[in-house]
């Protein structure tokens, strides 16, 4: 198993519970959706798997190894190696261009450089497949909503990551960019094998995963079959 999420509990002051005893395992190369209304936990389940939140309970176990224990600079390590998040909003830093935002996430490896012209070059390819190779150049606040959330999809996949955590992805896109942003989604965990968990409302995006899940009182419900 490449992730295991063992009894995650989770509450805040102001939300009352928001996991309970939560279970969910994934293999390598799954797409797995997770439907629910606002407020269930969808974002903070995606956070304790990014480490971006601990919960109050549980464990957290990435290819055998347990990672809560981990301190801040071992967090932001298995962040950088192993983790790539897109959100809702796309996040972009306004003073730097397309190409420096898409690039960002290679400063902060500890890669060869080698290794980070690799990833340069393949980051290339990718803007060629989405289709933003023509706004490289260009700051955040020049180009789209789509256009945006593509580049977005192109920085958190740099570094090659096993697993990219998508929360809400194509909330603030308009029908036609929120295919175009699925196609991308579903074809990168086909053709690069990364394991794709995204949190959605979109019953469309949801029904293109391969394991669909709801969050309700606490708990994942399957909803595959």
């Known amino acids: 198993m490449m992730l295991i999420l063992n009894k995650i509990s989770k509450s805040f002051l102001q939300r009352g519970i928001v996991l309970k005893d939560l279970d969910m395992t994934v293999n390598e190369g799954d797409s797995v959706s997770i439907m629910g209304p606002s407020g269930s936990g969808k974002t903070t389940l995606l956070n304790i798997i990014g480490l971006l939140d601990r919960p109050d309970n549980g464990e957290v176990i990435f290819r055998g190894e347990p990672v809560l224990k981990y301190d801040h600079d071992e967090s932001a390590l298995y962040r950088n190696r192993n983790i790539g998040f897109v959100f809702q909003d796309h996040l972009l830093l306004p003073y730097l261009t397309i190409m420096e935002n898409i690039l960002l996430p290679l400063l902060a490896s500890r890669a060869t450089e080698k290794d980070h012209r690799l990833k340069e070059d393949e980051a290339r390819k990718m803007m060629e497949r989405t289709g933003i190779t023509d706004i490289a150049g260009k700051y955040p606040w020049q180009i789209s909503g789509g256009e945006a959330q593509r580049a977005t999809l192109v920085r958190a996949l740099v570094n090659k990551p096993s697993i990219l955590l998508a929360d809400e992805p194509t909330g603030s896109l308009d029908r036609k960019n929120?295919?175009?942003?699925?196609?991308?989604?579903?074809?990168?965990?086909?053709?690069?094998?990364?394991?794709?968990i995204l949190a959605t409302h979109s019953q469309d995006l949801a029904g293109r995963m391969k394991i669909r899940y709801s969050l309700s009182e606490g708990k994942l419900v399957d909803g595959t079959n």
């Open 178 to 196: 929120s295919e175009k942003l699925g196609d991308l989604l579903t074809g990168m965990n086909k053709d690069y094998g990364i394991t794709l």
